[in-house]
């Protein structure tokens, strides 16, 4: 049942040819101010943009770190490039990045955000890993152009996902949930595309949910519908989490009802099915876009719903509860068939839980994630695990830290946003890193190169 009409807006910005030039801060507090007077742009030794390494260090259980029982570790080191993500060149409050990535085109796509508030900006950037180089396709601040004092999204927290159409699209989020209000002039967050072709991005609709922020969100690459759960400005006009479907060639809202989900949807995309576990746990719904209406309840319950991967060519969606609250996570197996859950376990290599991103190889039997999603990867040496859904068993690829807090002096404490190169060959990681002093500072990217010897199929 659509609630209310929505407030479209569309606008334009060139994207091809972006120079990365610095962005003014906006006016801060006295503290902030000495912060960001003191900071430093993101650099590597000797001027270097980016640097390849491979080590034992990477297969080799860091000191203080106590690996589950029955969690191996990769015999044979992978490679691994490193670098910061330009622009960076003033202080974020934080740098971060909170939204999951994609491959696509023999390109990987990935967004960071300055998390500024009231006014804002986040940035799309694509990385050729085969020219090893970034280019910014967004600043989204630059596209929305609002006048001063306006609120502007200072994050992007959906998933950025390609269309067929050939653009990606995401929505955005609140720096702040305080600036959310009238006194900002805020109406609600917007559904944004941006073709990597070129050489335009755009505005798809201003607060498709009136006065709410998008924290969840990714496209149905065939059917162009954009599914997403909200959280409700500061305002609270409605407080509901809200599911909604937006069809993006029509600009039609196909949906929107209370109670949806607050991070995370299961989508098949052999049917278009959407399934989410309601913001007040009362039941597992369903929405068919070939029936549409509202969303259905079905029989059965998850348990939670974290992060989802992709379907499967058998037709299965690997899925990971929260983990939080003294909660262990659990990691399962939802059949887009039959509706069905089953049960894998623990997903943790150590004692470091909470992941947001499960990506699955294009044969369907490896699984990787990365624990430890906001902060404390680290405590577990920043491991990166593979499980091996026929095995049942879980392996760590490679520990991240302390070899890059050692060798370049950062290290990479937590990932929202990593993508599996279409052969399953390479890993991409956004991280939100840290430098000294807080918990992070600045996004980096490490491309995870696999080697063949650890992800056979039998």
């Known amino acids: 049942m659509r609630r209310s009409l929505s407030l479209v807006l569309c606008a334009s910005a060139a994207c091809s040819a972006i120079a990365l030039v610095p962005l003014s801060p906006l006016p801060i507090g006295a503290a902030q101010k000495k912060k960001a007077e003191e900071w430093k742009a993101p650099a590597l030794p000797d001027g270097k943009e980016l640097v390849t390494d491979t080590s034992e260090a990477f297969v080799t259980v860091p000191a203080g770190v ?34 999951e990535s994609t491959c696509a085109g023999g390109k990987y796509y990935a967004s960071i955000g300055d998390h500024l508030a009231p006014a804002g900006t986040a940035h799309v950037f694509e990385y050729d890993p085969a020219k090893r180089a970034f280019r910014r396709l967004l600043d989204l601040k ?88 909200t959280a409700p400005g500061e305002g609270k006009e409605d407080a509901d989490v809200r599911f909604f479907a937006y069809d993006v060639r029509k600009r039609k809202v196909l949906c929107d009802v209370a109670d949806g989900p607050k991070r995370a949807m299961i989508f098949a995309r052999s049917t278009g099915r959407v399934y989410y576990t309601t913001a007040s746990e009362s039941g597992l719904m369903r929405y068919d876009p070939a029936k549409g209406g509202d969303p259905v309840k079905i029989p059965g319950e998850l348990p939670g719903l974290r992060a989802a991967g992709d379907e499967t060519r058998a037709g299965i969606v690997y899925a990971v509860s ?25 997903p943790l290599a150590g004692a470091t839980g909470y992941i947001t991103a499960l990506k699955i190889d294009p044969t369907g039997r490896y699984l990787y994630y990365i624990p430890g999603a906001h902060g404390g990867a680290d405590r577990d040496g920043s491991a990166v695990v593979q499980y091996d859904t026929k095995a049942k068993t879980k392996k760590v690829l490679a520990f991240l830290h302390p070899f890059y807090r050692e060798k370049y002096g ?49």
């Open 66 to 99: 106590t690996l589950k029982g029955g969690v191996t570790v990769a015999k044979a080191a992978p490679t691994i490039d490193f670098a910061y993500y330009p622009g960076q060149t003033y202080a974020g409050r934080p740098w971060s990045a909170w939204g």
């Open 142 to 229: 630059e596209l929305l152009a609002l006048p001063e004092g306006h609120y502007a999204p200072g994050k992007i927290h959906t998933a950025l996902t390609m269309g067929a159409d050939g653009a990606l699209y995401f929505g955005t989020h609140r720096g702040s949930t305080a600036v959310t209000t009238d006194k900002y002039h805020y109406t609600g967050d917007w559904i944004v595309r941006v073709r990597p072709g070129g050489p335009k991005a755009e505005v798809v609709v201003r607060a498709p949910v009136a006065k709410h922020c998008i924290p969840t969100g990714f496209l149905d690459p065939d059917r162009l519908i954009f599914y997403g759960g």
């Open 322 to 346: 929260t983990g939080q609250g003294g909660r262990e996570p659990v990691l399962y197996a939802f059949d887009t068939k039959t509706e069905k859950v089953t049960a894998l376990g623990s």
């Open 410 to 458: 950062v290290s990479l404490v937590g990932t929202y946003s990593y993508a599996l190169a279409p052969k399953g060959d390479a890993l991409f990681v956004t991280w939100n890193a840290n430098r000294g002093g807080r918990a992070w500072d600045v996004c980096a990217l490490s491309v995870i190169h696999i080697p063949g010897t650890e992800r056979k199929v039998d």
